[in-house]
């Protein structure tokens, strides 16, 4: 048996947990913004109006391809220089 029993707020795996999930949810909000904003700021006109990029619509062009490729790149960053490898496995006090 443990002598102490941990909390997970003494527990700093929950600290590097918390940061990555708020993290994760910047990351959501980011792909959120970038897709709301391309897709109703350049597809708000009528079709007539519509301009073409490879032949879609360039609001579907920014909002669906380059804010998916730019949230691509994000999460890559953010997976190699912010996330933190920890163990899952718990020690043991001896």
Same mark, same amino acid.
């Given at each position: 048996? +443990?002598?102490? $029993?941990?909390?997970? +707020?003494? !527990?700093?795996? @929950? &600290?590097?947990?918390?940061?990555?999930? &708020?993290?994760?949810?910047? &990351?959501?909000l980011i792909n959120f913004i970038l897709w709301y904003g391309f897709? @109703?700021?350049?597809?708000? +006109?009528?079709?007539?109006?519509?301009? @073409? *990029?490879?032949?879609?619509?360039?609001?579907?062009?920014?909002?669906? =391809? =380059?804010?998916?490729?730019?949230? *691509?790149? =994000?999460? *890559?960053?953010?997976?190699?220089? &912010?996330? +933190? $490898?920890?163990?899952? !496995?718990? $020690? $043991?006090?001896?």
């Amino acid at each position: 048996m +443990k002598q102490h $029993e941990e909390t997970p +707020k003494d !527990d700093p795996r @929950y &600290l590097v947990a918390n940061r990555e999930a &708020l993290i994760g949810v910047g &990351l959501v909000l980011i792909n959120f913004i970038l897709w709301y904003g391309f897709a @109703y700021g350049f597809g708000s +006109k009528p079709v007539e109006e519509y301009s @073409y *990029i490879w032949g879609l619509p360039a609001w579907f062009f920014y909002s669906c =391809l =380059l804010g998916t490729g730019i949230v *691509i790149v =994000l999460v *890559i960053f953010a997976v190699v220089f &912010l996330y +933190k $490898e920890v163990p899952f !496995d718990e $020690e $043991e006090d001896e």
